[in-house]
């Protein structure tokens, strides 16, 4: 009978035995098992069959990153060539999407084919090469594999869009919200910078500006998509990032030319939605959300961000962030429908001292919906 279960302490004798039977360097002590077990943001998962324990996998978390890592699998000899493998990676996945993780990553030797073809197998996708990983001076082949997916409310798909610039987040996510009514966009840093051009505060902090909630939402509607503008502060955003009096009045003098071309389209200004549950009704009827959140979740920064709502459950809101961090060592898969805990997401859906919050959705063309039968 094959049992899968989490690790204890009593598992240790065991587990220090697998580890000198399987590998000849790189090896876990049994004071790194038990920091492991007792202490570390992990799960370890150990097969036992006929009451032995034959295996173990090491699941690693990382705070304020929806990823998860397979740090270690090993398998005694004896027991290999019966779906043991297969079924602790299975356990790897389920401890992920406990998680709240995304996808999940692991490393392996470019010579151990027989563990590359099992990962390939079951879904993993190689995406770098990682130099001088093992003790001996060893590259390792970097594998990951998508384990959570957003489940878009209404059924609007939102497709994915990397910001080229770091001050283009707004346009990046307004792109991904035209986008989700018309794949045909010529989606691409012109437009992405065009965007910026019409949205931007002009100043803000020590580099360049921002996007404003109203700025988007007009690049949008004079796009011919219908648009609702929330806001829970209808005063000038970001004029408290910057010291100089002078810039304040610039971005002051933008703020006030943003709400009469707002007022002259006929955009109102809407008090922010109290509850998520509002939002989920928005994008069952076809609405594409774009998000001021604060980054410091995402990168422990707190900065203006914006993110495209991609889709929202019972559990999540999902979010497609435009910055591909590859600093954080993070790709695009990374970035594609990140769940959010629905609590989490009201937290960090605000910025500033004054708790700003904003939102622009983007619904279909407008003579789009005039047409539709």
């Not at 995406?127 to 093992?134: E, N, V």
């Not at 997916?149 to 080229?164: D, E, T």
């Not at 020590?206 to 909630?213: E, I, L, Q, V």
């Amino acid at each position: 009978m094959t049992v899968l279960r989490s690790a204890t302490t009593a598992d240790l004798d065991a587990l220090v035995d697998i580890e000198e039977r399987c590998f000849d360097s790189d090896k876990l002590s049994r004071r790194n098992f038990k920091w492991m077990l007792t202490r570390a943001n992990a799960d370890l998962t150990v097969v036992e069959q006929a009451g032995r324990v034959a295996g173990y996998v090491l699941v690693l978390f990382h705070r304020g990153t929806s990823l998860a890592r397979i740090y270690s699998i090993a398998l005694l000899p004896d027991y290999r060539g019966r779906g043991l493998s297969a079924a602790l990676i299975g356990a790897a996945e389920e401890a992920a999407v406990r998680h709240d993780c995304v996808a999940v990553r692991l490393e392996v030797r470019p010579d151990n084919r027989a563990a590359i073809r099992l990962y390939e197998k079951l879904g993993y996708h190689f995406f770098s090469l990682k130099l001088h990983f093992y003790e001996d001076d060893t590259e390792a082949l970097r594998y990951q594999k998508r384990v959570l997916f957003a489940n878009p409310s209404g059924g609007l798909r939102v497709p994915y869009y990397r910001q080229s610039t770091d001050f283009t987040c707004g346009p990046a996510s307004l792109i991904m919200a035209m986008a989700a009514h018309d794949p045909a966009l010529d989606a691409g840093p012109r437009l992405e910078l065009r965007l910026w051009r019409e949205a931007t505060t002009v100043f803000m902090t020590s580099g360049h500006g921002g996007c404003g909630a109203h700025g988007l939402a007009l690049a949008a509607f004079e796009r011919g998509y219908r648009v609702r503008l929330f806001l829970s502060d209808p005063g000038v955003p970001f004029v408290d990032s910057v010291r100089d009096e002078a810039k304040k009045q610039v971005i002051r003098q933008v703020h006030e030319d943003f709400q009469d071309r707002i007022a002259e389209a006929g955009i109102a200004e809407e008090p922010f939605p109290r509850t998520i549950a509002a939002l989920e009704e928005m994008m069952a009827e076809g609405g594409a959300p774009l998000v001021l959140i604060s980054s410091y979740r995402l990168t422990g920064n707190k900065a203006p961000h914006w993110v495209a709502v991609s889709g929202i459950d019972k559990r999540f809101v999902y979010i497609n962030d435009p910055e591909v961090d590859a600093e954080d060592d993070k790709t695009e898969t990374d970035c594609v429908d990140v769940p959010v805990r629905r609590s989490d997401f009201e937290r960090m859906a605000q910025y500033g001292r004054s708790q700003l919050r904003a939102m622009v959705v983007v619904f279909a063309k407008r003579q789009q919906q005039e047409t539709a039968p």
